[in-house]
């Protein structure tokens, strides 16, 4: 049966009564289907989306139970499966879409469908926009200011009982129902609701494609980014500078929000490790340096070189060589060469293969087992990337003090990262003490800061070392050669 928009709900209880008392043949159904879908094209103009495919649920059941369980030949009869719902909803209008959000917002405190909602939200905003740039830059020629209104007060209201949908688009959506989000939403409503500890906003800084980044930095505000923290006492600013794909429009968006006495007031919420100037000095001074590096070596390459499409798609291999004091000089990705930065008769010869300890790190690391314990993903990809830069290449994850302890057991890792606030039964201390109950492996505690009381108490472990978050590629290359 082809799936179309259904009648009202006053209909159902008749139709209920009827399921109850009467048992109906094969050819009986089929012409219950014809009268159904006569009266859907009659009613189809006049009945708004979101009763209709109430209506159509009510429908189906009474179809299917008033089949005989056989046919008069003995055979089996089972009624034809509708269309799913998210090819109904792929066929609506942006017009129909908008007044699901509409209705939903009219019904008041009765529990929305979630599911059709965040079907619906990326429906429309996939046949209005092609690119997360798009919905930037178009969005208010494509939804009138009294739809986005209405959208924003639907994004409210979710909040209001918990944000459900919100999680849902940030956790299922893709890249253009994020952006879409960031662009509609009140961010200081995502700011008040949390999932599992972490805010909304944190969650959305962390999922949403690098290419609107730069907006919800300017959106979000020097409030909202230096005062809403995590579980781990991080506020946002310091979430945005420990993600991988940070680019340099990042720091020019960081640059238009805060002034640098802004940025010398932000810290992790106890207030200790370093502020948010020191933070992002290094970060941008660092990418900076790179981008000029870049710059420099497409400007003095030689003329009868052609490029490829190799060569544009894989600029990693054009890589900063950290040297003994932790800067970073260009490597020729064709000789393995290095150079240093501001005088080009002089170059350093280091090949970048795995006896060099600089360039991928002391060949003796690769054997190195380390286990990386961190409920949170970004910070555990972070870590993992940074090791993996300094040679160390045979690292495991871990994202729970419960787990930590099962594959310590199991891998015998000769270091382990070990966060301190984690939830679940072991904390990062519990899970460090258990460890130490059957192995003799070396630990370092991970923190975002922690009162007197948990440090104590991971002192008492006699642990090798604490790095604070956010951490950076030089405090890891210190801690690991204090083990030494």
């Given at each position: 049966m082809e799936k179309q928009i259904p009648e009202f709900r006053e209909e159902?209880?008749?139709?209920?009564?009827?399921?109850?008392?009467?048992?109906?043949?094969?050819?009986?159904?089929?012409?219950?289907?014809?009268?159904?879908?006569?009266?859907?094209?009659?009613?189809?103009?006049?009945?708004?989306?979101?009763?209709?495919?109430s209506a159509l649920e009510s429908k189906i059941q009474v179809i299917e139970t008033a089949v005989l369980p056989k046919s008069s030949a003995g055979r089996h009869f089972h009624a034809p499966k509708p269309r799913p719902l998210d090819s109904s909803l792929e066929s609506a209008t942006p017009?129909?879409?908008?007044?699901?959000?509409?209705?939903?917002?009219?019904?008041?405190?009765?529990?929305?469908?979630?599911r059709t909602l965040t079907v619906a939200w990326g429906v429309l905003f996939s046949s209005l926009f092609l690119s997360t740039m798009e919905v930037q830059s178009e969005l208010h020629s494509k939804i009138s200011p009294e739809n986005q209104a209405m959208l924003r007060e639907f994004v409210k209201a979710d909040c209001a009982r918990g944000g459900r949908f919100v999680f849902n688009v940030i956790k299922k959506g893709g890249h253009i129902d994020r952006s879409a989000l960031i662009m509609i939403a009140d961010l200081q409503d995502l700011a008040g609701i949390t999932q599992d500890g972490v805010p909304a906003i944190h969650l959305l800084t962390r999922a949403c494609d690098k290419n609107i980044r730069p907006c919800l930095i300017e959106r979000a505000g020097k409030q909202l980014l230096s005062s809403v923290f995590d579980r781990d006492g991080l506020p946002v600013f310091f979430v945005i500078l420990?993600?991988?794909?940070?680019?340099?429009?990042?720091?020019?968006?960081?640059?238009?929000?805060?002034?640098?006495?802004?940025?010398?007031?932000?810290?992790?919420?106890?207030?200790?490790g370093r502020n948010g100037l020191e933070a992002f000095t290094e970060i941008a001074t660092r990418m900076r340096e790179h981008l000029n590096l870049q710059h420099k070596m497409f400007a003095t390459s030689r003329p009868e070189v052609t490029a490829t499409s190799e060569d544009v798609c894989e600029p990693s291999e054009n890589?900063?060589?950290?040297?003994?004091?932790?800067?970073?000089?260009?490597?020729?990705?064709?000789?393995?060469?290095?150079?240093?930065p501001g005088d080009d008769s002089k170059s350093v010869v280091r090949q970048k293969d795995a006896s060099s300890p600089t360039a991928s790190g002391d060949i003796r690391n690769k054997n190195i087992k380390i286990l990386i314990v961190d409920d949170i993903e970004i910070i555990r990809d972070l870590l993992l990337q940074q090791l993996n830069d300094l040679g160390?290449?045979?690292?495991?994850?871990?994202?729970?003090?419960?787990?930590?302890?099962?594959?310590?057991?199991?891998?015998?890792?000769?270091?382990?990262?070990?966060?301190?606030?984690?939830?679940?039964?072991?904390?990062?201390?519990?899970?460090?003490?258990?460890?130490?109950?059957?192995?003799?492996?070396?630990?370092?505690?991970?923190?975002?800061?922690?009162?007197?009381?948990?440090?104590?108490?991971?002192?008492?472990?006699?642990?090798?070392g604490y790095i604070l978050k956010p951490f950076s590629e030089t405090k890891l290359r210190v801690a690991l050669k204090l083990l030494n």
């Open positions: 159902s209880k008749e139709e209920n009564r009827i399921s109850s008392t009467v048992m109906y043949s094969a050819d009986d159904v089929e012409q219950i289907k014809k009268e159904y879908d006569a009266k859907l094209s009659a009613l189809e103009s006049r009945i708004n989306v979101m009763d209709k495919l017009r129909q879409l908008l007044e699901l959000f509409g209705a939903s917002l009219k019904k008041g405190p009765r529990k929305p469908d979630f420990g993600l991988a794909n940070l680019s340099i429009f990042d720091i020019d968006a960081i640059e238009r929000v805060f002034s640098k006495d802004d940025l010398r007031e932000i810290m992790v919420q106890n207030r200790t890589i900063l060589i950290p040297d003994e004091n932790g800067e970073g000089m260009p490597v020729d990705k064709k000789t393995g060469c290095s150079e240093e160390y290449e045979n690292c495991i994850l871990a994202k729970s003090g419960d787990e930590a302890v099962k594959i310590a057991e199991e891998a015998r890792p000769y270091l382990i990262f070990m966060d301190i606030t984690m939830p679940g039964k072991l904390d990062g201390i519990a899970a460090a003490r258990e460890i130490k109950k059957r192995l003799d492996t070396r630990i370092i505690f991970l923190t975002g800061g922690c009162n007197k009381d948990t440090l104590d108490q991971a002192r008492d472990l006699d642990p090798d």
